[in-house]
């Protein structure tokens, strides 16, 4: 499978849930696209002007195309990147409850060392000491060659998606 193909399913399959901003750059990083969701749950009493509590939470997922193999220097480069900007796209709502982001990497093929990078990248923070939040970044590498992803163990739930592509490849 193709870098261009892979990433043509994925935003088919990320459409009907997420926002796709396609042709977008992230410093200087070109991206074919990063998606956005969002999601505001709330309860109220008798009308919706008397809200008891309201919670958003967002997800971002920042997809880079890489046409080579990934080296450590790359995801250094990216995740620094990826953290630099991560700010400008925090919420400031006052329900603002979590943020996930991802910064997916997508070529054919990873260096070891790559992997052993992507796989310890964490970053945890709390906003006002929890009161207004958390926010969680992970990277992704999507190996082509080999059809996987690589990532933090936390994130394999929150990456399943990046899997699918490779099931619609089959059929």
Sequence with gaps: ?????????????????????RDEKLGTFPLPFYAHYHRRDEKYFMTKKSKIWAVENEQFIFVWQKESVVTKEDVIQFSQTFMNHVPNYISNHQDHMSTVFIGAIVAPEAHVDAIKEVKRFRKLRFIRFGLHGWLECYLAIIALNKKERFTHRKALPLTDVFEKPFEEGTN
């Design 1 to 21: 499978m193709t870098t261009n193909k892979y990433i043509n399913t994925l935003t088919t399959i990320l459409t009907p849930y997420f926002n796709i901003y």
